[in-house]
């Protein structure tokens, strides 16, 4: 990287290299309070207007207790504690969720993660298997599986 | 047997009918589907602020030219960019998710699962197009908060050169809701 530090505006980050990834490694965790406004933000910023994530009535009469996340806050906040600690040249090649539960307005999510295997695939990329779960005060609502390829110590960038 | 029907009430034409006449969607595809808008900078770093995502591939426009190539946006977005506008002076357009047009007795919707498969950045500019298809409809199942179908789906998303940039497997109960407050379980 070395090579790069004289560009101007150039600054680096913080980058976990594959070759430094252990097996049963713990990812620092992370919270995030939900609120009207972050529910409202989520319909907004995703374009997704399906009612039961603004209308507060809708979502009761689909037996929910109030407006709730939508799966597109799961996949935000599920590939944000990947690249937090892996850092922003991790890209993630494979995420899937399961929406157990609901979370509303007045709860904590918050995120935790493990690695669980750390191998290169038939086509030789360096690839991480992540195990994750999200949570509130009532337990699991959403466990979700990533994959992430690093990048790997010498590579030239 | 009633006429299949429509309903607007969840946002999405639902079309109504039987499981037999669902089962007959299995395999369908979509036509393609571009995105009414460009992939822009705006909803992503609005989505950004949504999970407090601080990743530089998405803010800091020097260091994400020198790695990406360009500003790239959070993998979560990939469904999003086909979303339709709420209005249109051509008029509202239907949602590209096929899921919602396989008739069913359910009244409304809830997305239970999403597998998704990234083959390269979505960068911005980029214009989306996707292609959705039919994977599976269940038979009937009652969960805690109804009883419905299980539809999966396959989205395929393209960028403006025709490359695949994600694949979305995902799966959405489609339901009779029991009313009232469904109970605590799992």
């Known amino acids: ?157 | 047997m009633k006429e299949p029907e429509n309903s607007e009430a969840t946002g999405h034409k639902l079309a109504f009918g039987d499981y037999e006449q669902a089962k007959a969607w299995i395999g369908r595809r979509s036509q393609m589907y571009v995105a009414d808008v460009p992939v822009d900078e705006s909803r992503s770093k609005y989505y950004c602020t949504l999970a407090e995502d601080g990743n530089p591939s998405y803010w800091d426009q020097t260091w994400a030219a020198m790695h990406w190539g360009g500003l790239i946006t959070p993998p979560g977005l990939l469904m999003t960019w086909v979303m339709p506008l709420q209005w249109d002076p051509a008029g509202k357009r239907e949602s590209p998710m096929l899921a919602m047009k396989v008739p069913l007795p359910g009244d409304t919707i809830i997305n239970t699962g999403t597998e998704t498969e990234f083959f390269q950045p979505v960068y911005i500019g980029d214009r989306i197009t996707v292609i959705d298809e039919i994977v599976d409809v269940s038979p009937e199942k009652s969960t805690r908060l109804g009883t419905g179908h299980f539809i999966v789906t396959d989205g395929h998303f393209y960028n403006s050169r025709g490359e695949l940039v994600g694949r979305n497997r995902n799966t959405l109960y489609r339901f009779k809701a029991r009313g009232g407050q469904a109970e605590e379980t799992s």
């Open chain 1, 1 to 157: 990287m070395k090579q790069t530090d004289q560009r101007p505006g150039w600054r680096d980050y913080p980058q976990k290299y594959w070759q430094q990834v252990e097996d049963g490694e713990q990812l620092p965790g992370l919270e995030l309070p939900i609120d009207y406004k972050r529910i409202v933000l989520n319909a907004a910023s995703t374009w997704d207007w399906f009612p039961g994530h603004h209308n507060p009535e809708y979502a009761r009469a689909q037996g929910q207790e109030n407006i709730y996340a939508s799966t597109i806050l799961f996949h935000g906040v599920v590939d944000r504690l990947v690249t937090d600690w892996a850092g922003p040249r991790a890209f993630i090649v494979r995420r899937g969720i399961r929406m157990q539960q609901s979370v509303y307005p007045g709860d904590t999510l918050s995120a935790q993660g493990q690695v669980t295997r750390r191998y290169r695939d038939d086509a030789g990329s360096a690839l991480a298997d992540i195990e994750i779960e999200l949570r509130t005060e009532r337990g699991v609502c959403v466990p979700a599986t990533v994959t992430a390829r690093l990048p790997e110590q010498g590579d030239v960038e």
